[in-house]
Nanobody, 116 residues
Framework: QLQLVESGGGLVQAGGSLRLSCAVS????????MGWYRQSPGKQRDMVATITRGGKTDYADSVKGRFTISRDSAKNTVYLQMNSLEPEDTAVYYC??????????WGKGTLVTVSS
């Protein structure tokens, strides 16, 4: 079992920055990769960025060059640094962890609102 707790969301003006954090506890050794997803009202939940256990990253085209995913293994935490935020980035952001058993765990989400 894994527990995920996200933090760092909030209201920011366009062009600003936020950093999201996701602290993971429980069976850490089973983690295969971690990621951030987002969902806007009326839309499906989409991948924003992922990072493997080995550190390989992947990003949605819409955030490449603006967002950076990283992880601190010592703190069992994954981060999403978001720069040059746009109103279109407004969404609830969810942390997801996938285990070697291909089980997905989700956080409860944190709201990011970007004003124009």
């Amino acid at each position: 079992q894994l527990q995920l707790v996200e933090s760092g969301g909030g209201l920011v003006q366009a062009g600003g920055s936020l950093r999201l954090s996701c602290a993971v506890s429980g069976s850490i050794i089973t983690i295969k990769h971690m990621g951030w997803y987002r969902q806007s009202p009326g839309k499906q939940r989409d991948m924003v960025a992922t990072i493997t256990r080995g550190g390989k990253t992947d990003y949605a085209d819409s955030v490449k060059g603006r967002f950076t995913i990283s992880r601190d293994s010592a703190k069992n935490t994954v981060y999403l640094q978001m720069n040059s935020l746009e109103p279109e980035d407004t969404a609830v952001y969810y942390c997801r962890v996938t285990t070697f058993y291909d089980t997905n765990y989700w956080g409860k989400g944190t709201l990011v609102t970007v004003s124009s």
